[in-house]
């Protein structure tokens, strides 16, 4: 059975820090892209960032750079978001996604 089972969002601080984690089950992800993607109330769904394990590349949208990271670990078969210096405007549900999979969602808010 394919999942995948987002965690660690929460209420933090403007500046604060989140690591996000996907964890997926009944495949092997670092055999795919895997994305995040974030949607904020009244707006589109956005993808955040991607990574691809065997292809050795990430990539980020542009107000996240520098912010965020994203990384794989193969042996938990578990992608990570690590978030830095969050801003309010970084308030969202966060999903990770794989071709067409999507899990379920984790709430992120930055608010003081």
């Known amino acids: 059975q394919v999942q995948l089972v987002e965690s660690g969002g929460g209420l933090v601080q403007p500046g604060g820090s989140l690591r996000l984690s996907c964890a997926a089950s009944g495949f092997t992800l670092s055999s795919y892209i895997v994305s995040w993607y974030r949607q904020a109330p009244g707006k589109e769904r956005e993808l955040v960032a991607r990574?691809?394990?065997?292809?050795?590349?990430?990539n980020y949208l542009d107000s996240v750079k520098g912010r965020f990271t994203i990384s794989g670990d193969n042996a938990r078969n578990t992608v990570y978001l690590q978030m830095n210096s969050l801003k309010p405007e970084d308030t969202a549900v966060y999903y990770c996604?794989?071709?067409?999979?999507w899990g379920q969602g984790t709430q992120v808010t930055v608010s003081s």
């Open positions: 990574i691809s394990t065997t292809g050795g590349w990430t």
């Open positions: 996604k794989v071709t067409e999979w």
